[in-house]
């Protein structure tokens, strides 16, 4: 069985932290500070051991923000020498959030100085909800950073819709502050830059997504391999949901003189078993199409409506006459995210994000 994820956090990795911060603080109270962060963490999920650990530091660093950010900054690796890394710096983040409002310049140059180390997406939120321009004004600088782990803290830390951590609310209704960044961003050498930007864009089209469709529209044209990727996954979610332009930047157009039929292989589904269905598509046009086929289970709600979710398939060039068949097998098992219930489901297959065809099936919970 994999480590519960709250066991990132842990009594040894607190006094790991204590040794730490105690080498660089002569009056850094390292017993009090492992008995407050520690206290009852067996019983606390992860973002409450952060919680619990960030109030310790702020009981036992100095009280002046400026001493206390003195101390955190020394506590870093720094020129081969080891300090807090990891995990750990969850919690100095959440610190530097919580008191350092007050010294906006300060804490947003130890966020950047604390983010190769473990990300500060979370840490720099509270000063961009607290004074957004002031804070993209300088976030903003961090597009031409040396350091890749920077470069993505300027895309990760300003996504409107970040998991995890608080929204940015100016930003969702208004985006546009932020996209001169990632723009500045689209074609960095890294790839794990480059997916934060994608997901940025992803987050913003689920509040504008003509916006986002418009953006990919403008910057596709001639675009590297790596570019036309990061703006692809931009746009799954509206490709997911068969927005007309999305679909056009791709190439997907509207469907003609296409016919689909779709093959139940299994009307009933014991949980933990697979839904079996085989598609049939043809092109009975005179042209080839280029098609986006996407599939989407309706899943049983505990009131008895059904909720649809759509799962990519294939992407393929179907020329005039030509049919295709193809099979799929979509588990049904437990995962965390979903809850099930015995009952009807239905199924449905899209292409271009328009439905063409679909059937239904009866899921047998235990």
Same mark, same amino acid.
């Given at each position: 069985?994999?480590?519960?994820?709250?066991?990132?956090?842990?009594?040894?990795?607190?006094?790991?932290?204590?040794?730490?911060?105690?080498?660089?603080?002569?009056?850094?109270?390292?017993?009090?500070?492992?008995?407050?962060?520690?206290?009852?963490?067996?019983?606390?999920?992860?973002?409450?051991?952060?919680?619990?650990?960030?109030?310790?530091?702020?009981?036992?660093?100095?009280?002046?923000?400026?001493?206390?950010?003195?101390?955190?900054?020394?506590?870093?690796?720094?020129?081969?020498?080891?300090?807090?890394?990891?995990?750990?710096? #969850?919690?100095?983040?959440?610190?530097?959030?919580?008191?350092?409002?007050?010294?906006?310049?300060?804490?947003?140059?130890?966020?950047?100085?604390?983010?190769?180390?473990?990300?500060?997406?979370?840490?720099?939120?509270?000063?961009?909800?607290?004074?957004?321009?002031?804070?993209?004004?300088?976030?903003?600088?961090?597009?031409?950073?040396?350091?890749?782990?920077?470069?993505? #803290?300027?895309?990760?830390?300003?996504?409107?819709?970040?998991?995890?951590?608080?929204?940015?609310?100016?930003?969702?209704?208004?985006?546009?502050?932020?996209?001169?960044?990632?723009?500045?961003?689209?074609?960095?050498?890294?790839?794990?830059?480059?997916?934060?930007?994608?997901?940025?864009?992803?987050?913003?089209?689920?509040?504008?997504?003509?916006?986002?469709?418009?953006?990919?529209?403008?910057?596709?044209?001639?675009?590297?391999?790596?570019?036309?990727?990061?703006?692809?996954?931009?746009?799954?979610?509206?490709?997911?949901?068969?927005?007309?332009?999305?679909?056009?930047?791709?190439?997907?157009?509207?469907?003609?003189?296409?016919?689909?039929?779709?093959?139940?292989?299994?009307?009933?589904?014991?949980?933990?078993?697979?839904?079996?269905?085989?598609?049939?598509?043809?092109?009975?046009?005179?042209?080839?199409?280029?098609?986006?086929?996407?599939?989407?289970?309706?899943?049983?709600?505990?009131?008895?409506?059904?909720?649809?979710?759509?799962?990519?398939?294939?992407?393929?060039?179907?020329?005039?006459?030509?049919?295709?068949?193809?099979?799929?097998?979509?588990?049904?098992?437990?995962?965390?995210?979903?809850?099930?219930?015995?009952?009807?489901?239905?199924?449905?297959?899209?292409?271009?994000?328009?439905?063409?065809?679909?059937?239904?099936?009866?899921?047998?919970?235990?």
């Amino acid at each position: 069985m994999a480590e519960p994820l709250k066991n990132l956090l842990h009594p040894a990795l607190v006094k790991t932290m204590a040794d730490q911060i105690a080498a660089h603080s002569a009056t850094f109270d390292k017993a009090r500070f492992v008995d407050l962060a520690t206290r009852g963490m067996q019983q606390l999920e992860l973002m409450q051991r952060a919680r619990q650990i960030h109030t310790a530091l702020g009981e036992t660093l100095p009280d002046d923000f400026e001493q206390a950010a003195a101390v955190l900054s020394a506590s870093l690796p720094q020129g081969g020498r080891t300090g807090i890394t990891g995990w750990a710096l #969850l919690p100095v983040s959440q610190f530097v959030a919580q008191k350092g409002l007050g010294h906006f310049d300060l804490s947003l140059n130890l966020l950047k100085q604390l983010t190769p180390h473990f990300t500060a997406e979370f840490g720099i939120r509270p000063f961009i909800h607290a004074e957004q321009d002031r804070a993209l004004a300088t976030i903003g600088e961090w597009v031409s950073d040396s350091n890749h782990h920077v470069r993505r #803290l300027a895309s990760e830390g300003t996504r409107p819709r970040l998991p995890w951590a608080i929204r940015l609310p100016a930003l969702m209704r208004d985006p546009q502050p932020i996209l001169p960044i990632l723009t500045a961003l689209l074609d960095d050498p890294e790839d794990y830059v480059r997916r934060s930007v994608a997901n940025s864009l992803n987050d913003i089209a689920k509040d504008h997504p003509d916006l986002v469709a418009t953006f990919v529209g403008e910057h596709i044209a001639a675009a590297s391999p790596e570019r036309r990727r990061l703006l692809r996954h931009a746009s799954r979610t509206l490709l997911k949901k068969g927005h007309a332009a999305a679909l056009s930047n791709f190439g997907f157009a509207a469907l003609s003189g296409l016919g689909a039929t779709v093959e139940m292989e299994t009307g009933h589904v014991d949980f933990g078993n697979a839904l079996a269905f085989t598609l049939a598509i043809v092109n009975e046009g005179s042209a080839p199409q280029q098609l986006m086929i996407d599939y989407a289970i309706h899943h049983r709600k505990a009131n008895g409506s059904l909720a649809p979710k759509v799962f990519k398939w294939k992407s393929l060039v179907l020329a005039p006459g030509e049919t295709v068949r193809m099979t799929r097998q979509h588990a049904m098992r437990a995962i965390t995210t979903r809850q099930y219930y015995s009952g009807g489901h239905r199924l449905e297959i899209l292409v271009n994000g328009a439905v063409v065809a679909g059937g239904d099936f009866q899921l047998v919970m235990p």
